[in-house]
Nanobody
Framework: QVQVAESGGGLVQPGGSLRLSCTFS????????MKWYRQAPGKAREFVAS??????DYADSVKGRFTISRDNAKSEIYLQMNSLKPEDTAMYYC???????????WGRGTQVTVSS
C-alpha cells in the first residue's frame, strides 16, 4: 500500500520562495512516477510538475519558476518554488504511480499562500 505525505507549505510574500517536500512510503520509489498538483478554492485540480524516472515536465504557468527533483535514497520528491505569485496560492498535492500499477496514490496536501 503506497502512501505519500506533503510538507513545507506556508505563507510567503509575492516574489518569495518555498520548498515543498513529499515523502513516499512503499516499494520501488526509484521507478515510481511522482507528480505535484495544486487546487485553489472553487477551481479544478491542476497539474504542476512531474518526475518520471529520467524526465521532468512542468505546467506552462510555473515553467522557469518551479523545479521538481527527487532523492531516491530518501524516497522523497521536492518542489522548489521561486518568484511566487498570488495566483500560486493553492493546496499542493503529491501523487505517486508505481511502475506496473494502475491506481495513483494521493497525499492530503499542504497549503501555500502567497500574499503581502
Amino acid at each position: 500500500q503506497v502512501q505519500v505525505a506533503e510538507s513545507g507549505g506556508g505563507l510567503v510574500q509575492p516574489g518569495g520562495s518555498l520548498r515543498l517536500s513529499c515523502t513516499f512510503s512503499g516499494d520501488m520509489f526509484s521507478t515510481t512516477i511522482m507528480k505535484w498538483y495544486r487546487q485553489a478554492p472553487g477551481k479544478a485540480r491542476e497539474f504542476v510538475a512531474s518526475s518520471n524516472v529520467d524526465k521532468t515536465d512542468y505546467a506552462d504557468s510555473v515553467k522557469g519558476r518551479f523545479t521538481i527533483s527527487r532523492d531516491n535514497a530518501k524516497s522523497e520528491i521536492y518542489l522548489q518554488m521561486n518568484s511566487l505569485k498570488p495566483e500560486d496560492t493553492a493546496m499542493y498535492y503529491c501523487s505517486a504511480l508505481p511502475l506496473g500499477q494502475w491506481v495513483t496514490s494521493w497525499g492530503r496536501g499542504t497549503q501555500v499562500t502567497v500574499s503581502s
